[in-house]
């Protein structure tokens, strides 16, 4: 009898002990998946940190599928109600011009056309016809005079079928990393490609026209004359002389200021 109830006892502590031993299973399994997750989580927070960081740009920037659509969406958007003709955006005899130097590799350009008072300024005093804006070329953030050179000459070839904003704003949306050597033909192509009714033949000879050249060297020039120092520097003309808002990234108050000063 007593050797039964002591066979009970260890059967019992047997199943105990395996008991025990699958509850520890369970939880080492259970931190395992635990860590597993935090894991990840850091994986992610640093891959989101590095596309902020980046401004969700990746190294060679051109965007394709339903990010390019959108991104063009956005710039025909941004765009639509104010005319063009070649680097100028707006009425052409608007009383008052905003001179626009900017390097398309510019990122600080690129934030003021997403970030600062750009959009709000096309939408408002450009459409109105109160402010026309001439870009104008001038070399900051690329490295190569020559890729400056052949990146402004593909935008004013763009130009010429009066698409000049379109591609410029689509460049600037779609910048890749910063000296990645991204800008490439093929990158300067697929831009073109993405520009709404822009015919391509077109577009690739006037790549070839000396004076497009021509016009971008007199556009460095003119800035060092006027002494810029960085991109964008927006300069405002009208009736009563010329100003400037803060260099960066202005506000759209800060336009409407220097607007009001020359008006």
């Known amino acids: 009898m007593a050797s039964r109830t002591k066979q009970k006892e260890e059967a019992r502590a047997r199943r105990l002990a395996e008991e025990g031993a699958q509850a520890e299973r369970r939880a080492r399994m259970r931190r395992l998946r635990g860590i597993a997750g935090i894991v990840v989580a850091a994986v992610v927070v640093v891959v989101v940190a590095i596309a902020i960081s980046s401004g969700g740009r990746s190294v060679s920037g051109l965007k394709t599928g339903g990010a390019a659509n959108q991104t063009v969406a ?3 958007q941004l765009l639509g109600g104010a005319p063009q003709s070649g680097a100028v955006l707006g009425n052409p005899s608007a ?4 001179t626009y130097y900017g390097d398309l590799e510019c990122p600080i350009c690129r934030a003021f056309t997403l970030d600062g008072g750009f959009p709000q300024l096309v939408a408002g005093e450009v459409r109105q016809g109160k402010v026309k804006v001439q870009y104008r070329a001038f070399q900051t953030a690329t490295r190569n005079p020559q890729t400056f050179e052949t990146q402004q000459v593909a935008a004013l070839a763009a130009g010429k079928q009066d698409k ?3 591609y410029a704003e689509l460049f600037y949306r779609e910048q890749g990393q910063e000296d990645t050597g991204y800008v490439t033909n093929a990158y300067l192509t697929g831009l073109a490609q993405q520009v709404p009714g822009l015919n391509l033949s077109e577009w690739q000879s006037a790549r070839n026209d000396p004076s497009l050249v021509s016009q971008v060297q007199s ?3 003119a800035g060092t004359a006027a002494n810029v120092q960085g991109t964008p520097t927006l300069i405002f003309s009208g009736p ?3 100003a400037s808002p803060p260099q960066g990234v202005p506000s759209y108050s800060e336009l409407q200021q220097a607007i009001n000063q020359v008006s």
């Open 74 to 76: 956005s710039v025909s």
């Open 95 to 98: 009383p008052v011009t905003m």
């Open 164 to 166: 000049f904003w379109d």
């Open 219 to 221: 556009d460095v020039a």
């Open 240 to 242: 009563k002389g010329t």
